[in-house]
């Protein structure tokens, strides 16, 4: 072999290497087990493979291997999921161009060695390819939920190059075809206009020659053609000594001869001459172009590898969303497996409407399955689809399973499946089947997975069974988890002899002699031989006489079998019921749910609506109030009576236009009549009381209540738990705190009044929602009025600032705050909010 192909040879399987840096690593290739091939797991990744963008992303998907490191496995898995939710995503995903650059990649070591333009203009798509899909993985407009979930492709969108600026280099000199172009420098432009000039002239004086031609010489329908790099034209062959010159090629027939004219030497001459100079140049400029990325090298490797990776996992998040691919967790060592909805990953590429879905379970003090039934009944495929399952989860594919499922991870396969005989070996069928169980035994762990089709099989049925129990009873006792079909009765009772086996049966329509594939766990199968010759037309009299020579026990079990299998299926049946109408019962349930969830939502809604519109009339009916009460003050003692009964009629009006506001309104009626009892002076006392005032009234021997509202001429007092009207003249004001802690305790809220509320300096809003500051807010400014504090503090907290803009805002349209600021340092700073208070409010 040309050693320079052995040195690029290597290089490439350098790169190779390098390509698979972005991959978890697997087992080699070269280990592919006997049991892998047997099982067709090469046909599974091909299936896999056919969802990949590009022939590099198929070829990585069909290079993978069942890992068992389970760290590495769940980071693989993680980062499908990470695609699958790409693919899923607005817009969804769609891989950009991956060319084949790994033999020029491998050239870029060796200094001076030059692209293609093709190879070039490989690279620009390749650097296209790279700078768009990193700006779509790091994409800072997904959101938070988006990103979380794109997290394991991160090292990916990392390792891909960003370079605009070769891009734009490189395709200034080279075309979409991988041409060089002509503005690539002015040399290049300067002999390309010159050689076309050349060809132009030269093709011209070749078509005047062939004019010349005579009839007899001349070739019908001809035109200057060109032959081994010379521009020439046909000739017929008796009129070549005539047009003399080189000839360069003839017909097929030998009757017509491609000739350059003497004329015409020259000509060609000066285009070969111009033709090398050109190649020069546009080898010089390949080179200067192959210079620019031969720094970025390794960045190219990298980027190349990366691209290939997502390529693989957008591959098999693809196959996962075609048939239903749950992400299975994986079960701890001598936990046992759970199979949920699992299904064969080759007969589901095919058809996958009539693939019928199995589940199966296995705790961990069950190792090894034996199970049993009739010919095409499915054993086959269920040993097949368990162990693909598990070497596609390993291999970091999601398998087609539920997802509740947990899968068995396996250190080696083992499969004896199917007639390995062999004539050249001198091997006859249980020959094959020994030298396949011997390596079992030899190599298999207690962490291996052994399958073993028709155990017992090739051989005489008694010695078979022996051999086979043998066999099964050491596996079991390893710990090795071992899946086994037989139709020898014997076998069948292994599970009552020996820990660890159970049986399990594919159920049988013993109506219409036809499979379910429906897999039962802890029964046997029953092998349906005598009912399926009955079937096809047996004479009766053969048939009653195979029947006699069954032993009665066989019959007795047989009998019981068939029993076991007529209760499975009524109780399958009535859990089928059972689970329709619990289902049924959580839809309702969740219905329920759902609308008690949507009333209370509606409900706040409308309490948060009415509270709104409350307090709007509240500050609308103030507003009014206030103005009367300004009236009320400015117009004096004479038009009292009318502006006081003018302030009624208008908190009535705005009382009537909002119920909800209706107590806050006749608050403030109270206190427009408090301010119009103080302005006229129907008494001296009258002068000094307002609502809230402590009082003696006299009438009742001195007794001390407190003031809440005024009736005319009269005033309602509480005193201790009773509520009573007095004259006005009846009652004088006193020191407050003649009142009892216990008389004030027993208020009793009438209607329209309001408990007794203690005024506080500063009100606390952390923790509430924007929505529920407002109420807090008002209360907090209403109570401070009421009680003339000056100043008030709002603790809002600094957090996201949203309580503190709302804060804000509310006190910006408060015509009672004067003034408000943010808190100093050792008040709490940002934190709170400090309000003055109007003294006119």
Known sequence: MNPLVEVEQARLSDFDREVGLFHSQVVPPAARSHALVVLEFARALDIVAGFASSEAGAARIRMLEPMTDAAEIIAEHARVEAARALVRSEGGWTMEPIPDLAAALARLRVTGSSWTGLELRAAVTLLVS???TRDALLNTKRDDKEKSALLPLEIIAFALVSDLTTEREIDKVITDEGVVRDDASPALRKLRKELRGAESDLVRLLERLMAKLETNHRVDDASVTMRNGRYVIPVRREGRSTVGGIVHDTSHSGSTVFVEPPAAVEAGNRIRELESEELRETERILLEATERLRPRRDELLATLAALVTLDSLTARARYALAFSCSPAMLSAPGEGFSIINGRHPLLLARDRESVVPFDLFMDGAERTLLVSGPNTGGKTVLLKALALISLLVQAGIPAPVGPESRVALFDQFFADIGDEQSIEASLSTFSAHLRNLTEIIHRATDLSLVLIDELGSGTDPVEGAALGGAILETLTRRGTTTIATTHLGALKELAQEVPGVVNASLQFDAVALAPTYTL??????????????????MPEEVLERAEARVPQGERNVAALLEDLERRQKSLSTMESIVAERDEQTQALASQLAEREFALKEREREVERAARQDARRYVLDARQEIEQTIRDLKAAGADQIATAGAEARRVAERRAADEGLALERIERERQLARGVAARVGGNSAEAGAIE?????????????????????GNDVTVVIGALKLTVPMTSVRRVAKRRLAASERAEMVPMMGDQPELEVKREVDVRGMRVSEVDDAVQQAVDLAVRGDLPVLMIIHGKGTGALRERVTALLKSDKRVRDFRLGLWNEGGAGVTIVTLSETA
């Open 130 to 132: 790279s700078r768009k």
């Open 520 to 537: 039962v766990k802890g029964i046997p199968g029953r092998s349906y031989g005598l009912s399926i010759a009955r079937r096809l037309a």
């Open 691 to 711: 609502i809230g005032t402590t009082v003696e009234v006299s009438t009742l021997g001195g007794k001390v209540g407190q003031v809440v509202e005024f009736r």
